[in-house]
């Protein structure tokens, strides 16, 4: 038979409340230290035309959430903030394409840090028969950033034909602070 403890809040030794309950069985983790901030997530708004066969930072304008506010809308930037270094896991789903049938040749997307590509890339080479025209790229990473280092997306589409278009629909960024490691 084991044996049950009920209790709607957890302390430390200095009163500082770790976890509490409201009853009904949800729990709100207080330490610090065991939630996976910072976090984000940023998606598209627009279509964006970069041009073609150019790394061109990807705009991911509009956020979903951030903890910390450390994702930066208006430089497409997420900024470890002070007190937060550590290992990061990173995300991002992109769709790049043409605006012609069996237009794009490739596409590309690649993580950025402190504003120098890094090897963390996703690259598709278009099948040779030519019926090529969106494509998803993925990437999914963890890094070991230092404070005030910085993460950004850019992309790249290589034409046959159109012009390259970065969907909106299929693509977000996001990210947060690995606990434990």
Excluded: W
């Excluded at 997306?153 to 034409?159: D, E, F, Q």
């Amino acid at each position: 038979m084991g044996s049950i403890i009920k209790v709607n809040e957890y302390k430390d030794f200095n009163n500082n409340a770790i976890m509490t309950s409201d009853g009904s069985g949800n729990v709100t983790v207080n330490a610090g230290g065991l939630k996976n901030v910072p976090a984000f997530e940023a998606t598209i708004t627009t279509e964006q035309n970069p041009s073609a066969s150019t790394d061109t930072l990807i705009n991911f304008d509009n956020e979903v959430f951030d903890t910390d506010s450390a994702y930066d809308t208006s430089t497409k930037k997420f900024t470890v903030p002070s007190g937060q270094a550590g290992k990061y896991h990173f995300y991002l789903n992109i769709c790049i394409g043409s605006s012609a049938n069996s237009g794009l040749a490739q596409c590309q997307a690649y993580i950025y840090k402190n504003g120098v590509k890094t090897t963390t890339r996703a690259i598709i080479n278009t099948d040779s028969d030519g019926n090529g025209r969106y494509y998803g790229l993925t990437i999914t990473t963890t890094m070991d950033l230092a404070v005030s280092d910085t993460i950004e997306i850019y992309g790249k589409g290589v034409l046959d034909s159109g012009t390259v278009e970065v969907r909106t629909s299929e693509s977000r960024f996001g990210g947060y602070k690995v606990i434990g490691a």
